[in-house]
């Protein structure tokens, strides 16, 4: 068994791995990496894009994990210096 392996659980007879396809990213119809690769597709800078990537992904992933207050202040964040950067 390979360590990717070792990482990797079965929840309702869906394989998760922790690296490739983390549970708290891959709730619901579509995987968070696709919905945020579409969403800063249009960004006019990469710099943008990645804030709001960062922002989209602490945001859909907010009921998933345990500290949910914590990943809203980091989405916060993000969501604070992609607004200050819009100026």
Request: hydrophobic share 35%; aromatic share 10%.
């Amino acid at each position: 068994m390979n360590s990717e392996n070792k990482k990797s659980f079965k929840s309702n007879e869906v394989d998760y791995n922790m690296v490739h396809n983390p549970k708290h990213y891959t709730q619901g119809r579509v995987e968070a990496i696709d919905v945020i690769e579409d969403s800063i597709n249009s960004a006019p800078s990469p710099m943008l894009g990645f804030l709001q990537g960062q922002v989209l992904k602490y945001m859909i992933r907010l009921w998933h994990k345990k500290k949910s207050k914590e990943d809203a202040e980091k989405a916060q964040w993000y969501l604070n210096r992609l607004i200050n950067s819009l100026d």
